[in-house]
């Protein structure tokens, strides 16, 4: 694993908060989800790769760690991503709102999404490096979820996307 720095995080304010997890490969539009799902049912909104990029921008040690191997589009170690997502959930703990939301997207469709959003690590290369560790690595997560998870299709444009996912989300009010 690569020797990037961690610090402790105290989650026991955490305890009893429901989450709801929108997971997808990159480029599937969990941003664009999030955030219409953000002003429509006043939830939180905690994105890991908004995390992972202001980390870098931050220019911290482990900002400059971690952009090395986003940079070549290179998986950041599962407990980093933690660290920053916990850090986050921390400090918003009061103020937030379980089901893991999938949306379905396929490795053309993120290519093609991906490549015309033009963020620092969107190159080819890091582009076809993250679809493939995603289908490998992040997607065979949701079988331990499979009694809590809701598929949507996000192959389609992304207001019908998200009139499913509002649909799902109702549904838990």
Request: with cysteine; proline share 4%; hydrophobic share 35%.
């Amino acid at each position: 694993m690569a020797n990037v720095e961690r610090k402790p995080i105290d989650t026991s304010c955490l305890k009893g908060i429901p989450i709801v997890w929108i997971m997808g490969g990159p480029g599937s539009g969990k941003g664009t989800q999030s955030e219409k799902v953000v002003r429509h049912f006043d939830y939180t909104h905690i994105s890991s790769g908004d995390i992972l990029r202001a980390e870098v921008m931050s220019n911290s040690n482990r900002g400059l760690q971690l952009y090395k191997l986003m940079a070549n589009g290179d998986p950041v170690p599962n407990p980093i991503v933690n660290d920053l997502i916990a850090e986050v959930m921390v400090a918003k703990a009061s103020s937030s709102k379980g089901l893991v939301l999938f949306l379905d997207c396929s490795d053309e469709i993120l290519r093609d999404r991906l490549l015309k959003r033009g963020n620092f690590d969107d190159t080819e290369d890091a582009i076809k490096n993250r679809i493939e560790t995603y289908n490998s690595r992040t997607k065979p997560i949701l079988t331990k979820y499979i009694n809590n998870v809701k598929k949507v299709n996000a192959d389609q444009d992304k207001d019908q996307t998200y009139e499913d996912v509002k649909k799902i989300i109702s549904e838990l009010k």
